[in-house]
Each structure stands twice: as C-alpha cells, then as structure tokens.
C-alpha cells in the first residue's frame, strides 16, 4: 500500500466533473508540503498537470484544478472529455522516508 | 526547447550489467535537478532518485539505494541509471525527468520518453 493513497479508479461520463483523491499524513501532505499531479497515457512520457497544489503549467486547461486541504489532496477534472482517460498520479515529499515519492495512481475511464 | 532523450530498449539477462541514458537539451544541464522513475509492468510510478549534475550531489529513495547507480556526465549533457547485476524484477519502463521548484518535493517536467528494460534468461 502506497504511503500516498489514491482510489484505484474512477469514472464519468463526457461533460461531467470528476475528482481524484491523494490521501497522505502528518509526515507528507500534512507537513504542508506540496503536491503534484502528472496525467499518464500509455506507451507515453508522464505529463505535468498541477504543481504546488494548484497551479496549472502553461498549456493544461482550466478544466484541471487541485487542491489540498490537512492531509488529502484533490485533482477536479470539470468538462470530462474522452481525451482525459488516463491513469493520474499524485507526487508529494515525505519527511519520514527523506524522499519525493508517488502516490498508487488512478485510472480515469470516461464512460 | 527543452527536451530529455532517453537510450533505446534495452534487453538483458540476469546478472548482466546495465547503463541506459537520458540525454538534454535545451537548457543549462548543470543548474536542474534530474530523477529518474520507474514503472513495472502494470503498476505505478516509483520515485527512485535524483542528481545535480552541477555537483553530482545525489539522493536514493530508500527502496532503490544500492540497487542502481545514478551519474551524470557534463560534458555530454547526459544522466545514466546504472545496475551492475540486473534481476528479473528490473523488468520495468524507466522515465527521466527535469526536476523543477525551489521546495521540496520538486515536480518533474518535461519527461523522456521513456526506456524499457527487459530482463530475462
């Protein structure tokens, strides 16, 4: 079990908002430091979509947004497109292990 | 533009060593962070470690510290992930990424492409 929990998947239909949980603990999220979410399709390079819990890089679509709040991190996906099924992955620091890790990834299926 | 180039597919035997590598462009190699990652086979990402080539100074996830090696060539604008006696369970794509942010932990982007390594008898 990854120290950073994620649902191992989720679902919506097209047009629909969808959410992603990353739930940590004191020794990660809750320690306040940030977390990060990559979208990853298969057979292709991970991509940044959110850094610093809530900014978006130059090019993702206001349509990805994060937040985080205690020990828990959310990505909201608003406007689900076909495009959007992927698996997502959450990243953030853990002073216990003294190292950046991963959390387990979710798959997105758009129904 | 920035870009990471990663070594082609790689497939090896159990014990035989390993160097596969992650060229850049771009950008100044010696002032960014890089890490690697890996993914086996169905399973999720996994935060290996990290180099400043301007130093070299080098940090290991404890799962991975022991089991690779990771480097950094300078004058080539080039990282390496390393094993001198690969496993069965080294079977995995292996992603480098430019590490950015001033915080911990720093976020990875842009990404290679990505190397597949296959061990196997």
């Known amino acids: 079990q990854s120290v950073l929990t994620q649902p191992p998947s989720v679902s919506g239909a097209p047009g629909q908002r969808v959410t992603i949980s990353c739930t940590g603990s004191?020794?990660?999220?809750?320690?306040?430091?940030?977390v990060h979410w990559y979208q990853h399709l298969p057979g292709t390079a991970p991509k940044l979509l959110i850094y610093?819990?809530?900014n978006r890089p130059s090019g993702v679509p206001d349509r990805f947004s994060g937040s985080k709040s205690g020990t828990s991190a959310s990505l909201a996906i608003t406007g689900l497109q076909a495009e959007d099924e992927a698996d997502y992955y959450c990243?953030?620091?853990?002073?216990?292990?003294?190292?950046?890790?991963f959390g387990g990834g979710t798959k997105l299926t758009v129904l | 533009e920035v870009q990471l180039v990663q070594s082609g597919a790689e497939v090896k035997k159990p014990g035989e060593s390993l160097k596969i590598s992650c060229r850049v462009s771009?950008?100044?190699?010696?002032?960014?962070?890089i890490g690697w990652v890996r993914q086996m086979p169905g399973k999720g990402l996994e935060w290996m470690g990290i180099i400043y080539p301007g130093d070299s100074d080098t940090r290991y996830s404890p799962s991975f510290q022991g089991q690779v090696t990771i480097s950094a060539d300078k004058s080539i604008s080039t990282a390496y992930l390393q094993w001198s006696s690969l496993k069965a369970s080294d079977t995995a794509m292996y992603y480098c990424?430019?590490?950015?942010?001033?915080?911990?932990?720093?976020?990875?982007?842009?990404w290679g492409q990505g190397t597949l390594v296959t061990v196997s008898s």
């Open positions: 771009g950008y100044n190699f010696t002032n960014w962070w």
């Open positions: 990243q953030s620091y853990d002073s216990s292990l003294s190292g950046s890790l």
């Open positions: 004191s020794s990660n999220i809750g320690a306040g430091y940030d």
């Open positions: 990424g430019r590490l950015s942010g001033n915080y911990l932990p720093r976020w990875f982007d842009p």
């Open positions: 610093g819990d809530n």
